[in-house]
């Protein structure tokens, strides 16, 4: 079993609705969790960082971490085609040098 | 600021053979880490540098190496390559200390097709 799970979907949904995407972890040691963002043929790159258990919203994202479920959620509000992208979660045990885990990753789609 | 950069983009090998990849992390940066990328499996650590010394190593064979130079350039190699290798090869480069928000910074990848 990985240490996250993140179902790889495909999503699909219209513009303007609201996105949820979500990946559980097994290890409690985790204490730093990522939303990166995938664009075909390119790198991920950062979108929501979040430390512990809270939540923390950006525009029209809002990242989740639920530590005593060991959950976390992303939301989009007001999705929009240029949201059109793989979503994967990461998270750390929060040494400087370290290692991210990654999910596999949720490939969505919004249509105008 | 430029970017990570790697290199070559796209590579094409055969069974057997080795293969080098480059990185040349963003100005200033001092740790460098590889990724690989599957469908099946998603992005798995390979490992990771800082002042070139390996710091972190995933549970890969010891196929797969690298090193960092002392300008944080990195290099990653594959041995004996097998058709299991056929990946997207991410480099990340981040601060030292800047590791705690997870800010990596991503490369656009070497996809590397072994036939």
């Known amino acids: 079993q990985k240490e996250v799970e993140q179902d790889p979907g495909p999503l699909s949904v219209p513009e303007g609705a609201i996105v949820s995407l979500n990946c559980t972890y097994s290890?409690?040691?985790?204490?730093?969790f990522m939303w990166y963002r995938q664009y075909s043929r390119k790198g991920p790159e950062l979108l929501m960082y979040?430390?512990?258990?809270g939540n923390k919203e950006d525009g029209r994202f809002t990242a989740q971490v639920d530590k005593s479920s060991k959950y976390i959620s992303l939301f989009i509000r007001d999705s929009q085609p240029s949201d059109s992208a793989t979503y994967l979660c990461a998270m750390n045990r929060g040494s400087t040098l370290g290692r991210l885990y990654f999910g596999r990753g949720t490939q969505l789609t919004v249509w105008p | 600021k430029a970017g990570v950069t790697q290199t070559p983009r796209y590579l094409i090998k055969t069974r057997g053979q080795q293969v080098t990849l480059s990185c040349s992390p963003i100005?200033?940066?001092?740790?460098v880490s590889w990724y690989q990328q599957t469908p099946g499996q998603g992005l798995q650590f390979l490992f990771e540098y800082f002042s070139e010394t390996q710091r972190n190593k995933g549970n890969f064979p010891g196929r797969f190496s690298g090193r960092q130079f002392s300008n944080s350039r990195s290099e990653m190699n594959v041995s004996t390559l097998e058709l299991g290798d056929s990946a997207l090869y991410l480099c990340?480069?981040?601060?030292?200390?800047?590791?705690?928000?997870?800010?990596?910074?991503f490369g656009e990848g070497s996809r590397l097709t072994v036939l």
């Open positions: 290890n409690s040691a985790f204490q730093y």
């Open positions: 990340a480069s981040s601060l030292m200390g800047q590791m705690n928000t997870g800010e990596l910074f």
């Open positions: 100005s200033g940066h001092r740790s």
């Open positions: 979040t430390y512990s258990s």
